[in-house]
């Protein structure tokens, strides 16, 4: 659950800026276990059990009729702990260029920057969690009504950095409704 709060910042240009406030409640299981009964390390778990903050800034500012640009940054962090276990602090700067091709579709470009903090805890393993990450996201967007549009966007790595031996993905894909009232 997330709320957000957009405001201009000039009186004389569009430049405009905001603040973004949500709490990430513990969905996902944390006690899956394989067909012999053993369970999963804490992060290979769908959930990690904790209540989480969310805090976001962002300030976007057209650069023409068609064009704009966005820098955002993020923090994420655990407001407690489950089972002994607390997911590591994240942090995620994303800078961005739209291009509106038409009055309903436009192009992004994103450069995405993470921060993983290594989790903690008796149940955690702190040196094979954590990292830094960097990717490229182009993307579309379509806006299918005023208040309606569909997005995707495809995550390629530029750099990673993980502590110890982590899966990574060589790409990511990520589509998306978004609602506007």
């Known amino acids: 659950m997330q709320g957000r709060y957009r405001f201009t910042l000039s009186a004389d240009g569009p430049v405009s800026a905001g603040v973004a406030l949500g709490v990430k409640l513990p ?28 805090i976001t800034g962002f300030v976007s500012r057209p650069l023409g009729p068609k064009d704009s640009m966005f820098v955002q940054l993020s923090f994420e962090a655990a407001l407690d702990s489950r089972d002994a276990y607390r997911p590591g602090n994240r942090t995620y700067l994303n800078l961005g260029y739209n291009r509106w091709l038409t009055s309903r579709m436009g192009l992004q470009l994103q450069l995405n920057f993470a921060f993983k903090r290594p989790e903690e805890g008796d149940n955690a393993e702190p040196d094979v969690s954590g990292g830094k990450y960097v990717f490229f996201s182009p993307g579309i967007s379509y806006d299918l009504s005023h208040a309606w549009q569909v997005h995707a966007y495809l995550q390629l790595p530029i750099y990673q950095y993980v502590n110890g031996v982590q899966l990574t993905a060589d790409w990511a894909a990520l589509a998306g409704v978004a609602w506007r009232f």
Request: charged residues 15%.
């Open 27 to 54: 969905t996902g299981s944390f006690t899956v276990t394989n067909s012999e009964g053993v369970a999963a390390e804490r992060m290979l778990q769908p959930g990690t059990g904790t209540t989480d903050v969310l």
